[in-house]
């Protein structure tokens, strides 16, 4: 039995598609098991690049199943483009299998985002205002309309007429907004289901048979740890559970069938959108990071906040998802600072902090303690083995290994396939 589960160590953008790519040449099948098209994945194979949403990494191979699980919330005319835009590409989609029990966003779900967004005026939490979190509240409420659902005509005009009479009035009566015509949504939302209709399955039994005959399976999460519902920085955070322990849930399967957790490293740090950020560099040297590593949001296009590697973050990570193995991704793109600095710790009214802070009031007053360390300043795009890279950025890497106390599995150079460095065998 081999399960992986591939995350996010920091706040989201690791790079986790480049390497839920590559580890998928091996795996036979891909998991996206929580999430929505408020994530993104930018994946280069052989000069082209792919921006993924909803659709699995190992989408991009042909003989492998893809699955998008339960705990997906999924937009069909966002999934249904991405599966025909792979389709001109000559992407073969037929391997796909969507789970019969993940939630529909619905167009209400979109506007609400929009607008309880503004309302909140300057307490905004950064929403991609795609309908995300009002899924996952109807989910909650019990009120949610099913994959299941929108494949029986009967069942979901029922529901879609039930959730419109109430959606309507509370866009009315409190936000001033117009609603819904039911006969257009209805009329719309069929028109994807028929689309949708040969992928669908129950997709914890498909996993339940690989599993069971010995495939490999990979599951990959969507946005990362300090997103996570329970355990991020709340409430700046997701609707749901990017942690390992999500793959559960959100793909039905047992914790006793997962081997081993990878978590994904970026080299330095960044965040999208509003909350505290100990390590952010707002000077010349965060923005020559975000220019040398293009940091805008693959889903937003917003420019992202960076800052130094914080290892207090990556060891919380650790512990929360019982991390064997770090991929550290994006070491190139530190390749020509002279000096470097890792955050090893926190300082809090004078006193060393052990613990990760659930208060964002004690996040935002930390002190980063932080080591520095001498740079390599070269071009380590063409190291094609750990021992080739230069003995500072081995050291670098290394350091993040000691204070996390997570060993180095991966190290990426570059976003090709063939720019990334094994050191353990995942597979």
Known sequence: MSAVVVIGTQWGDEGKGKIVDYLAEKADV???????????????????????????????????????????????????????????????????????????????HRL??????????????????RGIGPCYMDKNARSGIRIVDLLDEEEFSAKLERNLEAKNHLLK???????????????????????????VRDTSAVLYQA?????????EGAQATLLDLDHGTYP?????HPIAGGACIGAGIGPSKISKVIGVVKAYTTRVGEGPFPTELLDETGEMIRKE????????????????????????????????????????????????????GYKYKGEIINEFPASLKVLAEVEPV?????????????VRSYDEL????????????????IQIGIVSVGPRRDQTIIIHEVF
């Open 30 to 108: 891909v998991v996206r098991y929580q999430g929505g098209n408020n994530a993104g994945h930018t994946v280069i194979v052989g000069g082209n690049e792919f921006k993924l949403h909803l659709l699995p990494s190992g989408i991009l191979y042909n003989d492998k199943t893809c699955v998008i699980g339960n705990g997906v919330v999924i937009d069909p005319a966002v999934l249904i483009k991405e599966i025909e835009n792979m389709q001109e590409k000559g992407i073969d989609t037929s391997n796909l299998r969507i789970s019969n029990r993940a939630h529909v966003i619905m167009p209400y």
């Open 112 to 129: 609400l985002d929009a607008v309880e967004e503004e309302y909140r005026g300057d307490f905004k939490i950064g929403t991609t205002k």
């Open 173 to 199: 009566a409190v936000y001033n907004e117009e609603g819904f015509d039911f006969e257009a949504v209805k009329a719309e939302y069929l028109g994807y289901a028929e689309k949708l209709r040969p992928y």
């Open 211 to 219: 599993i069971g005959e010995g495939q490999k399976v990979l599951f």
């Open 236 to 240: 700046y955070v997701t609707s749901s």
């Open 293 to 344: 590593g293009h940091e805008f949001g693959t889903t937003t296009g917003r420019p992202r906040r960076c800052g130094w590697l914080d290892a207090c973050v990556v060891r919380y990570a650790g512990y929360v998802s019982g991390i064997d193995y770090m991929a550290i991704t994006r070491l190139d793109i530190l390749d020509k600072l002279k000096t470097l600095k890792i955050c090893v």
């Open 370 to 382: 932080y080591e520095e360390l001498t740079g390599w300043e070269t071009d380590i795009s063409g």
């Open 390 to 405: 230069p003995v500072n950025a081995r050291k670098y890497v290394e350091r993040l290994s000691e204070v996390t106390g």
